[in-house]
């Protein structure tokens, strides 16, 4: 009797052991989920240079284009502040600094690395916002706010940004563009915490919400004097951005932080953007590793796996987990290093008069080079000017020239675009990733995305909502401002034609609701 009730005790602390493990890291069966990354929220599919209707078959030339399924949601607080529903991370909404958080954004609001570590300990010391636990964001923080509906401005001529959309969600984020001629107009770059040091000097890697790119920013001017931010804080979901990896034993590993799954090697060989999207596609075909449903990363879901801590010049590695392999490659400038790789994301262009689409993003996992004239010299010289982990962007195809930068140390002419002559790269490489079975649910075609087509539309637009259980779901189609502009009654399940009527152009958001199903989507009607 008393060895059964041992049993039974023991029995009951392992039961309880188990149940606050699961409370921890999640349900049976599933993979711990420390965060989510967040959609792009981009519901236009691109070709090399022009929208086009979502491919919706793998078959399809640019099929593939996928900008996840946790579309941004936030929160605006009444003490200056937002939360982001989806990360669970809490953000100052501006990066006005002068105490009454108005949301007027100017120049002298913009603080030095120095000056961003003393603004920190001001806030937590006073406990704005009514914390005292802000933090410095770590660059995949400050990522997670990227709105990939943005332009970018770098094309335009003259100082007028009225046709120009940051990479940041305006209606819960002041934004100020740069203030000429003191400043250009994609002097926006946002600090994060993650410093980037190579054998030329410290930099700090930031996002810049105006022309949407992370890069490696020195501390130091090229002239002399400090380099300014703008900065706001953050707090709460201090596992966000952490990675978990597993090694499966099968060419594929599998980050239980997001529910991603990657492949371990990358392509081998550089590919143009359609030829990225199509070679995904072909291993689909051959049911690689065992799968038949991945994609080309979307810009955020790539960024996720960058290791900010390993570099070419301290770990001679690219910045990634050594439980990927990453093929080497030979640089412009001859030397030994690693790829870029493309992602399924558009990096809108705008010139004052329209928007174009022909440049698509992609992530260094090695030097993110461009061709500088160093001090003293009188030719160029290719320089780690962003760093390993930066996110920059190419055309999609073609024989690039770029802008002529000047010669070489050994004579040869040097092609770059940009202040720092940016290297381009028409070919990079490429890592594949699906989504990891949870529940036996595929979280791409989970509860909460909806699927829709045409996308754009015109007249009709098709719901499919086989997947609902038996009822009466509303369907509520709402504009930009949040204002429902259709509500209707459906019978579920069933495929779904709507006749979008007298609704006019622009972008709408489609909720389908039934009982504790929502199933959220969005589309462009033309």
């Given at each position: 009797?008393k060895?059964y009730?041992?049993?039974r005790?023991?029995?009951k602390?392992?039961?309880?052991?188990?149940?606050?493990?699961?409370?921890?890291?999640?349900?049976?069966?599933?993979?711990?989920?420390?965060?989510?990354?967040?959609?792009?929220d981009?519901a236009v599919?691109?070709?090399?240079?022009?929208?086009?209707?979502c491919?919706?078959?793998?078959?399809?030339?640019?099929?593939g284009?996928?900008?996840?399924?946790?579309?941004?949601?936030?929160?605006a607080?009444?003490n200056?502040?937002?939360?982001?529903?989806?990360t669970?991370?809490?953000?100052?909404?501006?990066?006005?600094?002068?105490?009454?958080?108005?949301?007027?954004?100017?120049?002298d609001?913009?603080?030095?690395?120095?000056q961003?570590?003393?603004?920190?300990?001001?806030?937590?010391?006073?406990?704005?916002?009514?914390?005292?636990d802000?933090?410095i964001?770590t660059?995949?923080?400050?990522?997670s706010l990227?709105?990939?509906?943005g332009?970018?401005?770098?094309?335009?001529?003259?100082?007028?940004?009225s046709?120009?959309?940051?990479?940041?969600?305006?209606n819960?984020f002041?934004?100020?563009?740069g203030?000429?001629?003191?400043?250009?107009?994609?002097?926006?770059?946002?600090?994060?915490g993650?410093?980037?040091?190579?054998?030329?000097?410290?930099?700090?890697?930031?996002?810049?919400?105006?022309?949407?790119?992370?890069?490696?920013?020195?501390?130091?001017?090229?002239?002399?004097?400090?380099?300014?931010?703008s900065?706001?804080?953050?707090?709460?979901?201090?596992?966000?951005?952490?990675n978990?990896?597993?090694?499966?034993?099968?060419?594929?590993?599998?980050?239980?932080?997001?529910?991603?799954?990657?492949?371990?090697?990358?392509?081998?060989v550089?590919?143009?953007w359609?030829?990225?999207?199509?070679w995904?596609?072909?291993?689909?075909a051959a049911?690689?590793?065992?799968?038949?449903?991945w994609?080309?990363?979307?810009?955020?879901?790539?960024?996720?796996?960058?290791?900010?801590?390993?570099?070419p010049?301290?770990?001679?590695?690219?910045?990634?987990?050594?439980?990927?392999?990453?093929?080497?490659?030979?640089?412009?400038?001859?030397?030994?290093?690693?790829?870029?790789f493309?992602t399924?994301?558009?990096?809108l262009s705008?010139?004052?008069?329209?928007?174009?689409?022909g440049?698509?993003?992609y992530?260094?996992?090695?030097?993110?080079?461009?061709?500088?004239?160093l001090?003293?010299?009188?030719y160029?010289?290719?320089?780690?000017?962003?760093?390993?982990?930066?996110?920059r962007?190419?055309?999609?195809?073609?024989?690039?020239?770029?802008?002529?930068?000047?010669?070489?140390?050994?004579?040869?002419?040097?092609?770059?675009?940009?202040?720092?002559?940016?290297?381009?790269?028409?070919?990079?490489?490429v890592?594949?990733?699906?989504?990891?079975?949870?529940?036996?649910?595929?979280?791409?075609?989970g509860?909460?995305?909806?699927?829709?087509?045409?996308?754009?539309?015109?007249?009709?637009?098709?719901?499919?909502?086989?997947?609902?259980?038996?009822?009466i779901?509303?369907?509520?189609?709402?504009?930009?401002?949040?204002?429902?502009?259709?509500?209707?009654?459906?019978?579920?399940?069933?495929?779904?034609?709507?006749?979008?009527?007298?609704?006019?152009?622009?972008?709408?958001?489609?909720?389908?609701?039934?009982?504790?199903?929502?199933?959220t989507?969005?589309f462009?009607?033309?």
């Amino acid at each position: 009797m008393k060895k059964y009730a041992w049993a039974r005790i023991n029995r009951k602390k392992f039961i309880v052991t188990v149940l606050w493990f699961l409370f921890l890291f999640g349900n049976i069966g599933a993979y711990p989920q420390a965060y989510k990354i967040v959609s792009t929220d981009v519901a236009v599919c691109y070709d090399t240079a022009n929208p086009i209707p979502c491919p919706t078959s793998p078959g399809d030339p640019f099929y593939g284009q996928f900008p996840g399924v946790n579309l941004p949601s936030f929160q605006a607080n009444n003490n200056g502040t937002v939360t982001d529903l989806v990360t669970g991370l809490t953000w100052q909404k501006s990066p006005d600094q002068n105490g009454n958080n108005d949301g007027v954004i100017t120049i002298d609001d913009k603080l030095t690395w120095p000056q961003i570590q003393a603004r920190l300990l001001v806030l937590n010391s006073t406990s704005w916002g009514g914390f005292s636990d802000w933090r410095i964001p770590t660059i995949k923080e400050l990522y997670s706010l990227t709105n990939w509906n943005g332009t970018d401005p770098s094309g335009l001529q003259g100082t007028n940004t009225s046709g120009l959309t940051p990479f940041l969600d305006t209606n819960y984020f002041p934004f100020a563009y740069g203030n000429p001629p003191v400043e250009r107009i994609i002097d926006v770059q946002y600090a994060s915490g993650n410093l980037y040091q190579d054998n030329q000097n410290d930099k700090l890697f930031g996002f810049n919400f105006a022309d949407g790119r992370i890069k490696g920013y020195g501390l130091i001017m090229p002239g002399g004097g400090d380099k300014v931010f703008s900065f706001i804080a953050v707090r709460g979901n201090s596992s966000y951005g952490f990675n978990h990896f597993t090694d499966n034993g099968d060419q594929t590993v599998t980050d239980s932080s997001t529910g991603l799954m990657w492949t371990r090697d990358d392509s081998q060989v550089a590919m143009n953007w359609e030829q990225a999207l199509a070679w995904a596609q072909g291993k689909n075909a051959a049911n690689y590793c065992g799968h038949n449903d991945w994609r080309l990363p979307n810009t955020k879901e790539l960024q996720s796996i960058v290791d900010y801590t390993r570099t070419p010049e301290s770990n001679h590695s690219a910045a990634i987990d050594p439980v990927f392999t990453c093929t080497s490659i030979i640089n412009e400038a001859g030397y030994p290093d690693w790829p870029w790789f493309w992602t399924s994301t558009t990096h809108l262009s705008y010139d004052g008069t329209a928007y174009h689409g022909g440049w698509a993003v992609y992530v260094c996992f090695g030097t993110a080079g461009g061709w500088m004239q160093l001090p003293g010299n009188t030719y160029y010289s290719y320089v780690d000017v962003h760093g390993a982990g930066a996110q920059r962007s190419s055309p999609k195809c073609g024989t690039w020239l770029g802008d002529y930068m000047g010669l070489d140390s050994l004579g040869n002419p040097v092609y770059g675009k940009g202040p720092q002559g940016d290297v381009i790269r028409v070919n990079n490489f490429v890592r594949l990733v699906r989504d990891v079975m949870i529940n036996g649910i595929n979280d791409r075609e989970g509860p909460e995305r909806l699927k829709l087509y045409p996308n754009p539309a015109n007249v009709f637009l098709t719901l499919d909502l086989e997947r609902l259980p038996g009822g009466i779901a509303t369907m509520e189609i709402m504009n930009s401002l949040g204002q429902i502009v259709v509500s209707l009654e459906i019978p579920v399940p069933q495929t779904a034609v709507i006749n979008l009527g007298k609704i006019v152009q622009g972008c709408y958001t489609v909720k389908v609701l039934l009982e504790n199903s929502i199933l959220t989507g969005k589309f462009i009607r033309n």
